[in-house]
C-alpha cells in the first residue's frame, strides 16, 4: 500500500478548469495498477470518477464528468493528474486518488474498495 497524496484544489467559477495532481504511489514495473479518482460530497457517498489502467493506458470515466475530465498518468514521474474542464458546481467536493495493483489490463473498477491504497484528498469548490 502507497501513501498518496493529492494537491490543486481550490476554489474557481463555473466553467473555469483545474488540474489535480496525485503523488506517491511507486510501481512494479512488471504489474499493472489501476488508477482512480473518486470524489465525495457532502450528504453522499464515494463516487468513482475516473480510472486508468498502467498495463493499455486505457481509461474510463463516469457519464457525469465524460467529455470535460481526462485522467492521465505520467509513470517516470510517478504522478497521476485529473484536468478538470468546464466545471459546474456540482463538481464541487473532496476529490481523493486511488491505487491498486496487481490488476490484468483492461477496464478498471469503479467500487471505492477494490482500491488500497488512498490520498487524504483535495477540495474544489465551483461557484456559479
Known amino acids: 500500500q502507497a501513501r498518496l497524496v493529492e494537491s490543486g484544489g481550490g476554489s474557481v467559477q463555473d466553467g473555469q478548469s483545474m488540474t489535480l495532481s496525485c503523488t506517491g504511489a511507486?510501481?512494479?514495473?512488471?504489474?499493472?495498477?489501476?488508477l482512480a479518482w473518486f470524489r465525495q460530497a457532502p450528504g453522499k457517498e464515494r463516487e468513482g470518477i475516473a480510472t486508468?489502467?498502467?498495463?493499455?493506458?486505457?481509461?474510463s470515466y463516469a457519464g457525469s464528468v465524460k467529455g470535460r475530465f481526462t485522467i492521465a498518468q505520467d509513470t517516470a514521474k510517478n504522478t497521476l493528474y485529473l484536468q478538470m474542464n468546464n466545471l459546474k458546481p456540482e463538481d464541487s467536493a473532496m476529490y481523493y486518488c486511488?491505487?491498486?495493483?496487481?490488476?490484468?489490463?483492461?477496464?478498471?473498477?469503479?467500487?471505492?474498495?477494490?482500491?488500497?491504497?488512498w490520498g487524504q484528498g483535495t477540495h474544489v469548490t465551483v461557484s456559479s
Open positions: 486511488a491505487a491498486v495493483g496487481g490488476v490484468s489490463i483492461g477496464p478498471c473498477d469503479t467500487s471505492a474498495p477494490w482500491y488500497d491504497s
Open positions: 511507486e510501481y512494479t514495473h512488471s504489474i499493472y495498477y489501476c
Open positions: 486508468i489502467n498502467t498495463g493499455d493506458n486505457s481509461a
